[in-house]
């Protein structure tokens, strides 16, 4: 990921409502959680729900599929890993003791846990 690529996703994440929506649904796993809840969740109207979800995609950060009436959103942890990467890329000279490549794995339960794998 180059800085130019970057810079869409931190804009995306500068604004509260959008930053709460990708950590909600960055919690909730790879099914994702319906627009509708999402906004329910976070006290959003649905206009302005749509709006911040459409700018969460733009940014790469944040994906969508349709089941019947409803739209899913679920975090796009392939974006994110990249942004995550592009941070990490110099982090203390490439020592993997300290910042080594980040892992998500989905649990028994179907959620997903974010680890480091030193």
Known sequence: METRDALPAFAALSQENRLEALRLLVKSGPRGIAAGALGDN???AAPTM???LKELANAGLITSR???RHVFYAADYGG???LVDFLMADCCQGDPRLCGPYVIKETRDGQSACAVKC
């Open 42 to 44: 976070l006290g959003i």
């Open 50 to 52: 749509s709006f911040h």
């Open 66 to 68: 349709k089941e019947g």
């Open 80 to 82: 994110i890993r990249r």
